[in-house]
């Protein structure tokens, strides 16, 4: 994945939340395979199973055996694309919750690139929705739970794979919120190209 020399990314509406803090300055980016830049108008699927992945809201730490996603991505003189399927399945949040449901809303979410100066290359998750459901008597968050908001990954080129977590999220203003309740999500994701790119590596 390389950078492309040029403009800032502009902040868009009130969910486009791609400024970097503490001065930094970001900057578009686009999709690569091999070192070749995804070329105008062709399409990528990239898959993935979550190597490690949790969801930490106040009260309970989900954790989901089984956390796939879709994206399909593409170039637009930045990197696009969007995630269209979110499974989730086997879902824990310790001894004193069940997880009766967790539902990914509203998808597809759209999702872009960005290179955040001296961070690297970031890839940025608009309108997220997710409802959960947990129960049990000592259950502190028993009911419906709905994180909303923005989140953002690094894309690490050597292991081939996004990284979020709570620096990640704050090197480029990414928030994901259960009303005005700040939630933590940490996760490792392999980026794996699946369509013409198949094998290929995904960076620049």
Same mark, same amino acid.
């Given at each position: 994945?390389?950078?492309?020399?040029?403009?800032?990314?502009?902040?868009?509406?009130?969910?486009?939340?791609?400024?970097?803090?503490?001065?930094? *300055?970001?900057?578009?980016?686009?999709?690569?395979?091999?070192? =070749?830049?995804?070329?105008?108008?062709?399409?990528?699927?990239?898959?993935?199973?979550?190597?490690?992945?949790?969801?930490?809201? #106040?009260?309970?730490? =989900?954790?989901?055996? %089984? $956390?796939?996603?879709?994206?399909?991505?593409? %170039?637009? *003189?930045?990197?696009?694309?969007?995630?269209?399927?979110?499974?989730?399945?086997?879902?824990?949040?310790?001894?004193?919750?069940?997880?009766?449901?967790?539902?990914? +809303?509203?998808? #597809?979410?759209? %999702?872009?690139? &960005?290179? /955040?100066?001296?961070?690297? %290359?970031?890839? $940025?998750?608009?309108?997220?929705?997710?409802? /959960?459901?947990?129960?049990?008597?000592?259950?502190?968050?028993?009911?419906? =739970?709905?994180? *909303?908001? &923005?989140?953002?990954? /690094?894309?690490?080129?050597?292991?081939?794979?996004?990284?979020?977590?709570?620096?990640?999220?704050?090197?480029?203003?990414?928030?994901?919120?259960?009303?005005? =309740?700040?939630?933590?999500?940490?996760?490792? $994701? #392999?980026?794996? #190209?699946?369509?013409?790119?198949?094998? +290929?590596?995904?960076?620049?």
């Amino acid at each position: 994945m390389k950078s492309r020399a040029g403009r800032l990314v502009a902040v868009l509406a009130a969910v486009l939340l791609v400024s970097a803090v503490a001065g930094a *300055t970001a900057n578009a980016a686009v999709w690569t395979f091999n070192g =070749t830049e995804l070329k105008s108008g062709e399409n990528e699927t990239i898959v993935g199973a979550a190597i490690s992945s949790s969801l930490s809201v #106040p009260g309970a730490t =989900t954790v989901c055996a %089984d $956390f796939l996603y879709n994206m399909k991505i593409k %170039d637009e *003189t930045t990197g696009k694309g969007e995630i269209t399927e979110l499974p989730l399945y086997e879902c824990t949040a310790g001894a004193n919750c069940t997880v009766k449901s967790i539902t990914p +809303e509203n998808l #597809p979410w759209k %999702d872009h690139l &960005t290179t /955040i100066a001296g961070k690297g %290359d970031y890839l $940025f998750v608009e309108g997220i929705q997710v409802t /959960i459901t947990y129960s049990g008597e000592k259950c502190a968050v028993a009911g419906k =739970t709905r994180l *909303t908001g &923005t989140a953002a990954g /690094i894309i690490e080129n050597e292991t081939e794979k996004a990284t979020f977590n709570k620096a990640t999220f704050e090197a480029a203003g990414a928030s994901l919120k259960d009303a005005s =309740t700040s939630v933590e999500w940490k996760g490792e $994701f #392999p980026t794996e #190209p699946f369509e013409k790119h198949r094998l +290929e590596k995904l960076a620049g």
